[in-house]
Nanobody, 123 residues
């Protein structure tokens, strides 16, 4: 069993900062791509930032220059540093990881999701 546990959400004022963290644990051989998604009320879930095992990153245009994603392969963690937060960043943020594991007698990759953490930006 693999689980992703998120932390770091909260309420901040516009222009403030938050740091989200996510730790993968369980029967893990290797963690491939990791990322953060968000879903605001009445909107579709979107990829905010992604990072490959090798450290290549990508961001949705609206957060470029403000958010930074990073990971620690030894600890199977991924972090999203969010600066200059705006009200439109308000959403539930979900950690995602593609994990190589041993499933039904063979190796394979599976997608896992964190429980979601609320980020609220308001004055």
């Amino acid at each position: 069993q693999v689980q992703l546990v998120e932390s770091g959400g909260g309420l901040v004022q516009p222009g403030g900062s938050l740091r989200l963290s996510c730790a993968a644990s369980g029967s893990i051989f290797n963690v491939n791509d990791m990322g953060w998604y968000r879903q605001a009320p009445g909107k579709q879930r979107e990829l905010v930032a992604g990072i490959s095992r090798g450290g290549s990153t990508n961001y949705v245009h609206s957060v470029k220059g403000r958010f930074t994603i990073s990971r620690d392969n030894a600890k199977n963690t991924v972090t999203l540093q969010m600066n200059s937060l705006k009200p439109e960043d308000t959403a539930v943020y979900y950690c995602h990881a593609n994990v190589l594991g041993f499933y039904s007698g063979t190796y394979g990759s599976r997608d896992y999701w964190g429980q979601g953490t609320q980020v609220s930006v308001s004055s």
